[in-house]
């Protein structure tokens, strides 16, 4: 994990940091058919409530192939073989899911990850996963910064 990553509180805000190595056409639940291009994707989620961020542990089985249920959208992304987690960074402790989700981009896919908040989307592309990794790491420290 990058930016905070001191392991300090046991819930907070996460971006994952996903490669998608080839381009890609896979359905996403009710949001049906979506392409992506190959490159940097961020994902921004809530760590707040049961299990903190073991629901990044949660994300990880699912892109390793260990677990097959799919609740999420990032479900659908995460069980697709063209796709990596790279990287995750976390604001550990506050709730600055959607301010992060804003900062990062409108996102490919309109809806995806933020039905139950007014975003657009709370995933965003990237040429690269370098790219991805830094604009996440700086929408975190920014809201960090906003909430201190």
Request: charged content about 25%; glycine content about 12%.
């Amino acid at each position: 994990m990058t930016a905070d990553d001191s392991g300090a509180g046991d819930e907070g805000t996460y971006t994952l940091v996903v490669e998608v190595a080839t381009d890609t056409r896979l359905t996403v639940g009710a949001l049906g058919a979506v392409e992506l291009l190959a490159g940097g994707y961020t994902y921004t989620g809530s760590a707040h409530g049961p299990g903190g961020f073991a629901r990044v542990d949660r994300h990880r089985e699912v892109a390793a192939g260990e677990r097959d249920v799919r609740h999420w959208h990032v479900d659908y992304l995460l069980g697709h073989p063209a796709t990596t987690i790279r990287d995750v960074v976390t604001t550990p402790r506050l709730d600055v899911e959607c301010a992060v989700a804003a900062a990062l981009d409108d996102g490919p896919v309109p809806g995806f990850g933020s039905s139950d908040c007014g975003c657009r989307s709370h995933l965003a592309r990237w040429p690269t996963v370098d790219d991805a990794r830094r604009a996440a790491t700086r929408a975190h420290d920014e809201a960090r910064g906003s909430k201190a």
